[in-house]
């Protein structure tokens, strides 16, 4: 009886959070809709306009003041610049700086794929995965073109600021390592020192317990539970891709395509092999959930390295706190209803008796604050398999200059989309918080004297 009544809540959990889930989709879906509708409606009541006349600015722009471009990479189901019409998943904060760049990657592709996409999307020409990576993954070696890449000077002499929320942190230190151990065939000049500064906004540095309450199987880090969360995502994303409607997709896009599960390439026996576990990005673990585990991130991290050449700094979220011992959602009305439960759930998480621990040290009480998506101790700096070396800030300028080669980081009450998506839910911590990162790429974060900046960021 404990058994039946016992499946039944889970079940009901399930419901509600795929409920939520499907909901909040279609409300950013529809938001962008709506975006794209008022801007038209916009253009159709402006007088003296030519037909065809564009206002948007292109993503590359003229970089004479000698300022490195910052690149803002977004996290899991995440997108860029031209997904969901007028959209802003950084919720505009790329209008704080005329150099800005918004790259849309894959949303759930796995951190190497994005990682090799983002390189492309700066520099210009095929994605190229990698043939060996390919074949072991079972997906296209190549990818989307990019005629002109978006940032085609960029090399030592002509650095970039990457900031990063949630698993795009990851992305650009998995990217800066691959230029340090020159991976892109045809660049034998690449080194980490293309990269002056990594800023991690709610990064997953470490891994998050909420992967195994959404389906993933801890006892792995990489399969999936018989029925959960993740595994009607799977389903859903494989149908997504394989009926294919082109404007849709162009829409949005979970980035698969380079593993052809289109009806056009694969037909129906190749749906029911993806379906069925036998093939595509779910069944060779090529996605974005395994590399988000505990297990996952410290496969990623082994091999990652924080560089003397790169300053970082890293706002480690966190919406719980202590109430007579027991960690608790520290608020109600002020943790999104997509994060609320996990927000409680992942600080009430414990490692399954019958489960080996993540990592030798493994403590479930280091792991019980969080912001309903990644747990607090991950987001601070590289902690496992090894702890980089890294300083606690509390008030930030108390901390200038800051040193190359280690992770400052700093503690901020808020759930995990607080800072994306919609502004008006951050408020003035909004501005606070963006107006201080770029601020500090803009003077505080070179290897040698800065140029001069434009007036208005003169102080």
Not at 197 to 207: Q, Y
Not at 287 to 316: E, V
């Amino acid at each position: 009886m404990f058994r039946l009544w016992f499946g039944v809540l889970q079940l009901s959990e399930l419901f509600l959070s795929s409920v939520i889930h499907l909901a909040y989709g279609f409300y950013i879906f529809s938001s962008g809709v709506a975006s794209d509708l008022s801007q038209a409606a916009n253009e159709c009541v402006k007088p003296n306009r030519s037909i065809g006349v564009v206002d948007e600015k292109p993503e590359r722009s003229k970089r004479s003041d000698g300022l490195p471009p910052i690149v803002l990479v977004h996290g899991i189901f995440g997108f860029g610049k031209g997904r969901l019409g007028g959209l802003s998943y950084f919720a505009g904060a790329e209008k704080k700086d005329e150099h800005v760049l918004v790259p849309d990657l894959g949303s759930l592709t796995s951190i190497y794929d994005r990682a090799r996409e983002l390189f492309y999307y700066l520099k210009g020409g095929e994605v190229d995965y990698g043939e060996e990576h390919s074949k072991i993954c079972g997906h296209s070696q190549f990818g989307k073109i990019y005629e002109k890449g978006n940032y085609p000077e960029w090399d030592e002499d002509h650095p970039i600021h990457f900031v990063g929320h949630s698993a795009g942190a990851q992305v650009a230190r998995l990217l800066q390592q691959m230029l340090a151990d020159k991976a892109f065939k045809g660049y034998e000049n690449t080194s980490e020192n293309w990269v002056v500064s990594v800023t991690s906004l709610s990064g997953a540095f470490n891994g998050t317990t909420r992967t195994y309450l959404d389906g993933i199987q801890p006892e792995d880090g990489k399969s999936l539970k018989p029925v959960s969360l993740l595994q009607l995502c799977r389903l859903g994303v494989i149908m997504y891709d394989w009926i294919d409607i082109p404007w849709l997709k162009n829409y949005y896009n979970f980035g698969f395509d380079h593993f052809n599960m289109s009806w056009r390439k694969m037909g129906v026996s190749g749906l029911v092999d993806c379906l069925l576990g036998n093939s595509g990005p779910f069944a060779s673990n090529d996605w974005i959930l395994p590399d988000l585990t505990i297990q996952g991130s410290m496969r990623l991290n082994y091999h990652l390295h924080t560089f003397p050449n790169t300053f970082y700094f890293s706002y480690a979220t966190k919406r719980t706190r202590k109430i007579m011992g027991v960690i608790v959602p520290s608020s109600i009305l002020g943790i999104h209803p997509l994060l609320f439960i996990r927000v409680l759930q992942m600080s009430q998480w414990r490692n399954p008796l019958d489960v080996s621990p993540p990592y030798k040290g493994y403590n479930d009480k280091d792991w019980q604050d969080n912001d309903g998506a990644l747990n607090t101790i991950s987001m601070t700096h590289p902690r496992i398999p090894f702890e980089h070396a890294n300083q606690l800030v509390v008030n930030e300028y108390e901390c200038q200059p800051l040193q190359p080669g280690i992770w400052y980081y700093k503690i901020v009450e808020a759930d995990h989309i607080f800072f994306i998506v919609n502004r008006e839910r951050a408020g003035v911590q909004f501005d606070l918080l963006y107006d201080r990162i770029f601020e500090r790429c803009r003077k505080h974060v070179f290897r040698t004297t800065p140029p001069t900046l434009p007036n208005h960021m003169q102080q």
